[in-house]
């Protein structure tokens, strides 16, 4: 009886450990996903941005203007969000820590020419 208590008692701890993890950007394939937004197919994977609520949904966007836009118009508690490293495709950068800048060199899927970049010296070319 007591080896079944324990047994039952070790499950629920491991269950409960494994769902405490950190929660990471999720990577894509290029086509894979629609923005949660405007509906259009992910393809360019320099403005993938993310977020994931508190209740775990995660919600995918083709870019940041289309991320901004949505939580405008929803009322979600987000626990975290990621944007994609314009230089790098597969590196995400936490919102909070990342460099946007809007540059009309910059050719994002809606046009809005937002990007995000981790450092200041990265964003020197895209600056007029």
Known sequence: MQF?????ICIFLTVALVGC??????PLTVGEVKCSHCSMSIVDMRFHTQFITYKGKRYHFDAIECMEQFQKQNDLKIKDVWVTNYLDTKEFI??????I?????????M???LAAFKTHEDTI???K
Request: net charge positive; no cysteine; glycine share 10%.
């Open 125 to 127: 070319p895209f600056q």
């Open 101 to 109: 800048i809007h540059s009309d060199k910059i050719r994002s899927p």
């Open 111 to 113: 046009g809005a020419g």
């Open 4 to 8: 079944k208590s324990l047994t039952l």
């Open 94 to 99: 936490p919102k909070n820590e990342a460099i």
């Open 21 to 26: 993890g950190d929660v990471r950007p999720e």
